[in-house]
């Protein structure tokens, strides 16, 4: 009776939680946020209602993320968040425990995610199995992992980002460094400061970077109103950015973010490094999106890059169909209950 058994895919990202049910596709994309009360430590609202109140909330309500750089930092509250989740999506079937298949960085310890599995299990799930997300982004976008050939898949979210080369289903090299969407948050708001002497919330740092952000120098660049608080007058005031202050804001980020690439890359063997260089490299993930991504990667790397359809949810997707044939991923799924 496999209609008694409902699948759920979640996705547990730094700045989003998606979750997938199979046949009926993502059916919640909301922040990864939750509101406390600092008095009772009591949770008062998840998700895209927690995020509203970042940055805006009284001195005892205190809104933040429980996963840091993809990894739960905050067990209790995770655990809270993910049975919202779990209890949202279910909806009506709320009487039947589901299986649910949750997504970690490929660098995650074995602490980290025996931490995924108790705190899903505890949340309302039956079974809990954990896949590394880059296995299941490949899967999302489509990527035939199960053959002998190698696949190059970079994921990149807002708290790590994931580079692997995939082949046989299995991770052949691969590597997660803590830079991404949040780390270019952060050196847009600092670039801001410093330059403009502005200061500005992460919340508006990231509208910039998908207003106008690129990765290389643009020559009909974009431009954009900034409205922040002056350092020295305290008052509010507004300046305008052009997209190669981004650039120049985030290249140390990129070079960053590069670096993993060219890493793993090197430690490919030839023979893949081969199928590489004919098939390019997949890109995936929210920050994928970032203008001109592909053709940085291009110009350091000397390979082909393109962006999946729909990066952001390629991981989502990846979990749904892992959960659909359990036997052919069985391979990719490195911790169960």
Not at 1 to 28: E, Q
Not at 163 to 192: E, F, M, P, Q, R
Not at 313 to 318: K, L, Y
Request: aromatic fraction near 6%.
């Amino acid at each position: 009776m496999a209609f008694f058994s409902p699948k759920l895919g979640i996705d547990l990202g730094t700045a989003n939680t998606l979750v997938f049910v199979p046949g009926r596709g993502v059916v919640l994309n909301e922040p990864t946020v939750v509101a406390i009360s600092q008095i009772d430590k009591r949770i008062l609202a998840v998700g895209a209602e927690a995020k509203e109140m970042i940055g805006r909330t009284p001195g005892e309500i205190i809104a933040y993320r429980p996963l840091k750089d993809g990894v739960i930092a905050d067990y209790r509250v995770t655990q809270a968040m993910l049975r919202y989740f779990i209890g949202k999506a279910m909806g009506k079937f709320q009487f039947f425990k589901p299986e649910v298949m949750v997504s970690v960085p490929t660098g995650v310890t074995s602490t980290e995610r025996r931490a995924v599995v108790e705190a899903a299990i505890k949340a309302g799930a039956r079974s809990a199995y954990v896949v590394k997300e880059s296995v299941l982004a490949a899967i999302g976008a489509g990527i035939p992992i199960q053959e002998a050939r190698g696949n190059m898949v970079i994921d990149i979210g807002g708290g790590t980002m994931d580079v692997a080369v995939i082949s046989l289903g299995g991770i052949v090299a691969s590597t997660s460094v803590k830079c991404a969407g949040d780390k270019l948050d952060h050196a847009i708001a600092d670039y801001i400061k410093k330059t403009y002497n502005l200061g500005i919330g992460d919340k508006t740092a990231e509208n910039v970077k998908i207003a106008i952000g690129s990765a290389v120098p643009m020559e009909e660049e974009l431009a954009v109103q900034v409205r922040g608080r002056d350092f020295i007058t305290g008052l509010p005031r507004s300046c305008e950015l052009k997209t190669n202050d981004i650039v120049k804001a985030i290249g140390k980020e990129l070079r960053e973010m590069i670096k993993a690439v060219r890493d793993v890359l090197q430690e490919t063997p030839p023979e893949l490094a081969s199928d590489i260089i004919d098939r390019g490299i997949t890109m995936t993930g929210g920050t994928s999106q970032l203008r001109n991504f592909p053709e940085l990667i291009l110009r350091r790397t000397g390979v082909k890059a393109q962006v999946a359809e729909e990066p952001l949810f390629c991981v989502a997707r990846g979990t749904g169909i892992a959960l659909d044939h359990l036997d052919t991923y069985k391979k990719a799924i490195i911790a169960k209950r």
